[in-house]
């Protein structure tokens, strides 16, 4: 498959200033540590599978932004463990389920439980995970957290439910796409600032901004992300690529593509590209790239990135506490950096 550039790993998130990197990497390695010790809680059947999903590493952005919002005075508290380990339970078993959906055998260069254990105890597995987000949910005080994970659960798979229906529809909206990723991944980085500021004890103010941010960046990210899937290497993100493309998938560059061919050239790719059988052709996929670059795909998706990135600045600067929206931009200029690279 053709690459503009080779991205950088998929290494969990590290940026910013010597001080916000250092606090960063703490919290991650006893984050890492908690969430490991949470999957004890399993049945001795299921604990060594849960341990397979959420051991294989990642960005660990949501728990980063749960982070940025809720560390307040800077002691890490089990609350803020908690409500860190709570998101990326939830985005781990989406990941469970997407191997299956999308046949991938490769996840953070690691075999995915799919591929090592079959569909059934995949799905089973991410059920699971799914339940025990909510159980960690249900030990907070109050019921503001469980409805808030279980709201922003739901949502997530409601995002996901309207894609798969969409499949091979190429003739969808930038501005439907667009909320199609606002529930499928921008709801659990909202949801990952919603909770931080809870744990903090912010103010519905700041709340509210954080939330904002939240909702922003999950834009970005999995615009970005859809580019990974088209313009990636497999040896450079530690993930089966080209599923996407393979499967029908509808995302921002082939709507973006779709739209610039003619009636008889989209007929003829589209015919193609679901007559390939199970796997990716590779030639198929091979032309859609080259026809992307031809058509300048890649430059109007990073308009659309440019936009998101310019309102989350917006929202950053409306943040009277300098040291959260800090934090918050370190995250922001991690994707940025990954957006220049892959894009450059």
């Known amino acids: 498959m053709d690459v503009l550039v080779s991205p950088p790993n998929n290494s969990t998130i590290s940026h910013g200033s010597a001080g ?3 606090t960063l990497d703490c919290f991650l390695a006893s984050f890492d540590t908690y969430l490991l010790g949470r999957a004890n809680h399993f049945d001795p059947a299921v604990r060594d599978l849960a341990v ?3 051991a294989s ?3 660990r952005i949501r728990p980063a932004l749960v982070h940025a919002c809720g560390i307040g005075n800077l002691a890490v508290s089990e609350n803020l463990l908690k409500a860190s380990s709570i998101v990326e339970f939830v985005h781990v078993a989406t990941l469970v389920h997407d191997d299956v959906l999308d046949d991938a055998s490769i996840r953070r260069d690691r075999q995915t439980v799919y591929a090592d254990r079959g569909a059934t105890a995949a799905i089973l597995l991410g059920d699971a995970l799914f339940a025990h987000a909510l159980e960690m949910a249900s030990e907070f005080q109050g019921n503001e957290v469980c409805r808030w994970v279980a709201a922003a659960t739901r949502r997530t798979c409601s ?3 309207q894609q798969s229906f969409l499949r091979g529809d190429f003739t969808l909206t930038s501005s439907r796409y667009k909320l199609i990723i606002e529930a499928k991944t921008a709801e659990l980085f909202t949801v990952s600032c919603r909770l931080g500021a809870h744990v903090a004890g912010l103010d519905n103010a700041t709340s509210a901004l954080a939330c904002e941010f939240g909702r922003r960046l999950g ?3 999995q615009i970005y992300d859809d580019l990974v899937d088209v313009f990636g290497r497999e040896a450079d993100f530690g993930k089966s690529l080209g599923r996407d493309l393979a499967h029908g998938k509808v995302t921002l560059p ?3 593509l779709f739209s610039k061919l003619s009636k008889l050239e989209a007929s003829r790719l589209h015919e193609n590209l679901f007559n390939s059988g199970p796997e990716p052709n590779p030639e198929i996929i091979h032309e859609m790239v080259n026809l ?3 058509h300048g795909v890649h430059h109007e998706c990073r308009e659309l990135l440019d936009e998101e990135l310019s309102a989350i600045g917006n929202t950053l600067s409306e943040f009277t506490d300098d040291t959260i929206a800090s934090r918050l931009d370190d995250l922001r200029q991690v994707i940025v ?3 220049s690279l892959l894009l450059s």
């Open 159 to 161: 995002g996901e439910i």
């Open 57 to 59: 590493g990642g960005k």
């Open 337 to 339: 950096d990954r957006i």
């Open 52 to 54: 397979q999903a959420l």
């Open 292 to 294: 992307m670059r031809k």
């Open 219 to 221: 834009l970005a990210y």
């Open 254 to 256: 082939t709507i973006t």
């Open 20 to 22: 916000s990197t250092n």
